[in-house]
């Protein structure tokens, strides 16, 4: 540790050495963070609370904390420098034959010749311009090599930065990866990586998904007494909680592993097959060059040795064995022309060039070879939520006490306790917060369902952030693709709540435990058993009430809104721990508050990238968790839907055999109320029939149909950690228009491929014809070694600089 580092970590109670040794001591339990004092004094030591860092650190940009402790930047391979490359281009063999040869006619250039005239010996300049030759070329490859080196750090880079949500002075806020300081508390949530080692603050059904350092694919219960140790790099497979950070960067587990495991990036499918490609022309140029040369021979063996000594009876000069070297050069540089060194080349620079500018068009390409595949694509599977619409919700109409609204009633039209059940059961079941923009704007981030309930709570003038504060959190039960809902159990008998909870009058009767759930409007509607009617009481769930919400369903989701119900049920007191974790014990007989209808406008630029699509021959499909009308209704509006096209619901796609299926799929445009194994059966269904699949997605969820897909692409906005690490794509915006432009850019690496293997193969069979006709009629080619080899720099570097980096049509 240097002076400075020594200087700055003397400030805290603990050393990062001492760190990395708490960590290192996980696997015998709690043991060394109890040696510590447990969490209260590793919180002193490290100068935090529960409340994350305070004002100080965020004034002074952690600067302390980062020179005591490191900062959350990952090793990378050290780059090659400049002068390295060009002396790896010298290790090409063939160029090394000809370094020599050219060496060789150098120095025989000044061995006199008997028919020398007065003028003097200029053949040294023929050995003087291969050699420059050489050196140019070596040159302009070094340099490309550099130069796409460079870009690919670039994107290497970009890929590792991503936002984290953290609590610094009470606060929940979104800060970059790489500002994450130690001392940090970092918020926990279903499908996130852990950007950090850290120790666990609370947790609530916290699992983490391990496999990535252990390589054991079994989920392990976190809890902060016995399991707290949270390691960076994994994924929290179900539940919530909250982290204070122990190690970054380099120091934390995974960055440890990262340094032993940095490498270079493999050759993609189509770099393979075009190295095969001109191994195969280089044999061909190699046969020729072996024939050149003996029809050479041949012709020098008759003229020197036949002819002048021994039907002429002349003398044998041992100089004119220099054309020898001659006969060795011009082999050798067809060999060079033959083999086309820059169509590697030029596909490298063509993916390079294609991965700079899908960067700018929002893609992010994680894996090369994605590049290539998107070309071919000939499905995509798309989500709708995002990708087809603006995922920016807005609550817009709503079933309210008993009766259908075409707009957001205001406060004082609705009865207290549905305002109040509304605004509280938003507060508490939902993960999302207010934050202010870098334009001093406030805005909500996370689950944008959420958001737009907490605006609607907002709008009524209800402040989610008392309420969430002085609720105790009992229990939770997750949101996930079966279940299409998401519970809270609280603790309802804080006098401190109450105190949050003054504007809401209803709240304080209920001695005890207090269920709120939200969801997907007919799963939440059949776990309904009464609702609040037009004075707010609660009152039982008739067939007449169950049947005006059904058909407020079915008018709002025929209009394009996402249905949402709230409900919530007072638990009675004395439950065990076991029986408040029973999800199925306690999500039922609930009391229905409200149904929501949820607008998300469509992006305007979609229906138009759809058709650009379809144009192609590219068959899109919509794949959303929504009710089949809703999904029906935007896929109508995005082109998707056709009036030959075929919509089904998640239950029916599993229903089908794959006999079945295999003949629905021709017309198959939506699948509604899908789940990701839905998803997965689908791409799997596919690829079985032999399309080259493109998937969408964004939960944790969809991470085994993103790796089954031919390519993966995941939402950069709202797409989780575990998402976006199985994808080969990342959509920056979450936007259908920019897997429009990655479809573009892939097909413009095939076609700049294409234009430049035609030019070069027809310059190389000219050329090659032209040698070898050359000697075998007149005895010499008339392209020299010195011609060939700049017709070959100027083909195999600049033309590759020049086709390779065409645009997309």
């Known amino acids: ?174 800060i970059n990866i790489h500002d994450l300081a130690v001392g940090d508390v970092v918020d926990l949530q279903q499908g996130d990586q852990l950007p950090a080692d850290g120790v666990l603050i609370r947790a609530i059904n916290l699992e983490s998904d391990e496999s990535a350092l252990t390589g054991e694919s079994v989920t392990v219960n976190k809890d902060p007494k016995s399991s707290p140790f949270m390691l960076c790099g994994c994924t929290i497979a179900t539940g919530n909680g909250a982290m204070v950070v122990t190690n970054v960067g380099i120091h934390s587990e995974w960055g440890r592993t990262l340094a032993s495991l940095v490498k270079e990036p493999e050759p993609t499918p189509l770099q393979n097959k075009l190295d095969s490609l001109a191994k195969l ?94 070309g071919g694509a000939t499905n995509i599977c798309s989500d709708k939520t995002g990708t087809l619409t603006q995922n920016k919700m807005t609550v817009t109409q709503g079933w309210f006490a008993g009766r259908l609204f075409d707009r957001v009633p205001a406060r004082d039209e609705l009865p207290a306790s549905i305002v109040a059940h509304i605004g509280v059961g938003s507060a508490v079941n939902s993960t999302a917060f207010l934050q202010v923009d870098e334009a001093g704007q406030p805005e ?115 209009n394009g809104l996402r249905t949402i119900i709230l409900a919530y049920r007072d638990i009675e007191p004395g439950q065990t721990p076991e029986q408040l974790n029973d999800s199925d014990l306690n999500e039922k007989e609930l009391t229905c508050v409200g149904l929501t209808g949820i607008m998300d406008p469509l992006r305007e630029e979609v229906p138009e990238s759809v058709r650009r699509c379809q144009m192609a021959g590219i068959m899109v499909r919509m794949v959303t968790g929504d009710n089949i009308l809703t999904a029906k209704s935007i896929a109508r509006s995005c082109n998707i839907l056709t009036e030959t ?59 085994p149909a993103l790796k089954e897909a031919d390519v993966g692409l995941a939402m950069g906005i709202s797409g989780t950690e575990v998402a976006k690490e199985a994808s080969d794509i990342i959509l920056l915006d979450d936007n259908f228009h920019s897997v429009e432009m990655a479809i573009l850019w892939g097909r413009a690496v095939y076609d700049n491929i294409r234009k430049f293997l035609q030019f070069q193969l027809t310059v190389n069979v000219v050329a090659l014809v032209i040698a070898f006709t050359g000697a075998l009629f007149l005895g010499e080619s008339p392209l020299g070694a010195v011609q060939l080899l700049w017709v070959n720099l100027i083909m195999d570097t600049l033309a590759a600089l020049a086709l390779a980096t065409e645009g997309a049509p």
């Open 1 to 174: 540790m240097d002076t400075e580092s020594h200087a700055a970590s003397s400030t805290f109670g603990v050393t990062v050495e001492q760190l990395d040794e708490l960590m290192e001591s996980r696997e015998n339990g709690t043991k060394k963070l109890e040696e510590f004092g447990g969490l209260p004094v590793l919180f002193e030591k490290l100068k935090t609370s529960e409340d994350g860092l305070g004002q100080i650190d965020i004034d002074n940009a952690c600067a302390d904390r980062f020179s005591a402790f490191g900062r959350n930047v990952h090793a990378t391979p050290k780059s090659k420098s400049f002068i390295r490359l060009w002396l790896e281009c010298l290790k090409d063999p063939i160029l090394i034959i000809l370094i020599i040869s050219a060496i060789i006619s150098f120095l025989l250039s000044f061995i006199p010749k008997e028919d020398e005239g007065s003028e003097g010996n200029w053949d040294w300049i023929e050995g003087v311009a291969i050699l420059a030759a050489i050196v140019i070329v070596c040159t302009v490859t070094a340099f490309n090599d550099w130069s796409k080196e460079r870009q690919f750090r670039k994107l290497n880079a970009a890929k590792e930065d991503r936002m984290v949500t953290v609590i610094r002075t009470g606060v929940q806020q979104t």
């Open 281 to 374: 022309i280089g044999y061909f140029g190699a046969g020729t060059a072996l024939f050149t040369v003996l029809v050479l021979g041949i012709r020098w063996a008759y003229k020197e040795i036949v002819k002048k000594v021994i039907i002429d009876n002349g003398t044998f000069h041992a100089s004119s064995l220099t054309a020898w070297i001659d006969f060795i050069i011009l082999a050798v540089t067809i060999v060079v022309v033959a083999v086309p060194e820059g169509l590697p080349l030029a596909v490298t620079i063509s993916l390079a060039y294609s991965m700079k500018r899908m960067m700018k068009d929002n893609n992010l390409v994680r894996h090369l070879n994605a590049c290539e595949t998107m």
């Open 444 to 558: 909500f981030v996370g689950s944008k369902t959420e958001c737009a309930l907490l605006q609607l709570s907002r709008n009524w003038g209800l402040d989610y952030v008392p309420v969430r504060k002085a609720t105790s959190e009992i229990t939770e039960y997750d949101f996930n693709s079966d279940r299409k809902r998401m519970s809270k159990v609280v603790d309802m008998t804080q006098s401190s709540y109450e105190e949050a909870a003054r504007d809401f009058p209803d709240f304080t009767a209920h001695a005890g435990p207090r269920i709120f759930c939200k969801g997907a409007s007919e799963m939440v509607l059949s776990l309904c058993t009464s609702y609040l009617d037009e004075q707010g009481q609660v009152a039982p769930m008739t067939d007449g009430v169950r049947k005006s919400i059904d058909e407020a369903i079915i008018s709002l989701a025929s």
């Open 645 to 703: 096209g075929t919509a089904i619901t998640g239950p029916e796609l599993r229903r089908m055999t794959d006999a079945e299926l295999d003949a629905v799929i021709p017309t198959l445009q939506v699948v509604a109320r899908s789940t990701p194994s839905d998803k997965l059966k689908l791409v799997t269904r596919l690829r079985a029939l032999g399309e080259v699949v493109a998937v969408t997605g964004d939960g944790a969820n969809d991470a």
